[in-house]
C-alpha cells in the first residue's frame, strides 16, 4: 500500500479528522504532527496528481472545513497538488520550514481570506467615476490587510484579497449585501472564507517532495 | 524590370511578415490564454456561462495554452540552436 501524503494546510498541534471527501476521492482527513504543528493531510497514491476542476474544489473544501471546525481555525494553506512520498519526508520538510511556520502561524492567527470581484456588466456600461476607490475603501477599513489581483478581464474593475479577523467576518459581509444594493449595476462575485493564500509565503519546492 | 518587380513587392513582404509575426504571438500568448481561462471559470461562476459551455470553452483553451507552450519551448529550442 501506498505511504503517499497529499497535504492541505498546517495547524496548531491537534488531532483530528473531518467527514469529507479529499482529492481524489480520499475518505478520510486526518492530521500528522511534527513538533507545535500538525499538518492536514490525506491518502493519494501518487505524489504528483492530475489538476482537475473537481480536485481543486476538494482540496479548498477540506481547507474550508478545518477554517470553520469546531469555532475556527488558523490554517497555512498549502496550494492544490503538494504531495509527499511518506510521513517521513513530510516531517523532515517541515523540520525545514519550522521557523517560517511558526511565524506565519503567529501573524494569521485568527484570520481568514475573503475575496471580491466586482465586474461591470455584460452589456458593457461603463461603471461610475470613483467607484473602485469608493468601495476599495469602504472594505479595507474593515480588513487587517489586502493585496491587489490581476485584472484578468477588461470587465474586471476590482479584484481584492481582504485578510479579515474572523469576529469582523459578518461585518464584511453586511458591507459586501450593502455594495450590492448600492450598485446594483454591478456583478459581485464575493468569495471565502478561504486560508489567507495571499498573505503567506512560505515556499516548499517541489523537490523536497520526494527526498527523505 | 527585376529590381521594380522587387520593390514592389517587398514591402509587401515586410507587411505581411510583421502581421504574421503579430498573429502568431496573438495566438501563441500563454499569458494571455491564462487570462482567457480565468475569464472563462468567473464567468461560470457568476452564472453568465452554463455548465456545458464553460466546459467546452475550457477544453479548448487548454487545447490552446498545451499547443501554445509546445510552440514557445520550440522557439527557445530554436534560438538556443542559433547562439
Keep these: 500500500m501506498s505511504e503517499n501524503l497529499y497535504t492541505y494546510g498546517i495547524i496548531e498541534k491537534e488531532d483530528f479528522e473531518l467527514d469529507v ?161 448600492e450598485y446594483d449595476e454591478l456583478i459581485i462575485n464575493y468569495t471565502g472564507p478561504w486560508p489567507p493564500y495571499n498573505f503567506v509565503d512560505i515556499h516548499i519546492g517541489a523537490e523536497q517532495r520526494g527526498g527523505g | 524590370m527585376f529590381l521594380v518587380d522587387d520593390l514592389l513587392v517587398k514591402p509587401f513582404l515586410s507587411l505581411l511578415d510583421i502581421l504574421h509575426t503579430m498573429a502568431v504571438d496573438e495566438m501563441y500568448d500563454t499569458d494571455a490564454i491564462q487570462d482567457d481561462i480565468k475569464e472563462n471559470r468567473l464567468l461560470y461562476e457568476i452564472g453568465e456561462r452554463s455548465e456545458e459551455e464553460y466546459q467546452q470553452r475550457k477544453q479548448e483553451l487548454e487545447t490552446q495554452l498545451e499547443m501554445a507552450q509546445q510552440i514557445q519551448e520550440q522557439m527557445r529550442g530554436r534560438i538556443e540552436i542559433k547562439q
Design chain 1, 21 to 181: 471527501e479529499g482529492v481524489a476521492g480520499a475518505d478520510r482527513i486526518y492530521t500528522v504532527d511534527y513538533k507545535n504543528f500538525s499538518t492536514v493531510v490525506s491518502d493519494i497514491d501518487t505524489t504528483e496528481p492530475d489538476r482537475t476542476d473537481e480536485r481543486v474544489e476538494a482540496h479548498n473544501t477540506v481547507l474550508q472545513h478545518v477554517l470553520e471546525y469546531d469555532g475556527g481555525r488558523t490554517v497555512v494553506p498549502m496550494s492544490f497538488g503538494m504531495a509527499f512520498k511518506s510521513e517521513r519526508t513530510l516531517k523532515h520538510v517541515l523540520r525545514g520550514a519550522r521557523r517560517a511556520l511558526r511565524s506565519t502561524l503567529n501573524n494569521i492567527e485568527g484570520t481568514v481570506e475573503l475575496g471580491v470581484k466586482i465586474l461591470t456588466p455584460a452589456d458593457g456600461a461603463a461603471p461610475q467615476e470613483g467607484i473602485q476607490a469608493t468601495v476599495t475603501d469602504r472594505l479595507a477599513e474593515l480588513s487587517i490587510n489586502e493585496t491587489e489581483n490581476d485584472l484578468f478581464t477588461d470587465r474586471l474593475i476590482v479584484n481584492k484579497s481582504y485578510l479579515v479577523d474572523r469576529d469582523q467576518r459578518d461585518v464584511f459581509d453586511a458591507a459586501i449585501d450593502e455594495i450590492g444594493a
